[in-house]
Nanobody
Framework: QVQLVESGGGLVQAGGSLRLSCAAS????????MGWYRRAPGKQRDLVAS???????NYADSVKGRFTISRDNAKNTVFLQMNRLNPEDTAEYYC??????????????WGQGTQVTVSS
């Protein structure tokens, strides 16, 4: 079993910054893609950013130029640096990880979420 634990959320004023972390633990040999999603009140959960094991990144248009995703493969951890935050970034943020199994299948795991609130 694999567990993901997010940290770093909180309350910040518009224009401020936060850095989210997500650490994976458990039966892990390696992790393929890791990502961050968010769900604003009354909306669906959407992709914010993802990063492959090799470091290739993908961002939602709404966060390009403001957010940066990175990872530490040795520590099975993914980060999301969020700059120039605005109230529209307020949401519950979730990390996920695609973990290959010993028999060649891939499973996706999710963290429990961390709240980010941006005040105007």
């Amino acid at each position: 079993q694999v567990q993901l634990v997010e940290s770093g959320g909180g309350l910040v004023q518009a224009g401020g910054s936060l850095r989210l972390s997500c650490a994976a633990s458990g039966s892990i040999f390696s992790i393929n893609t890791m990502g961050w999603y968010r769900r604003a009140p009354g909306k669906q959960r959407d992709l914010v950013a993802s990063i492959t094991r090799g470091g290739r990144t993908n961002y939602a248009d709404s966060v390009k130029g403001r957010f940066t995703i990175s990872r530490d493969n040795a520590k099975n951890t993914v980060f999301l640096q969020m700059n120039r935050l605005n109230p529209e970034d307020t949401a519950e943020y979730y990390c996920n990880a695609y973990v290959p199994s010993a028999i060649g299948r891939e499973y996706v795991y999710w963290g429990q979420g961390t709240q980010v609130t941006v005040s105007s």
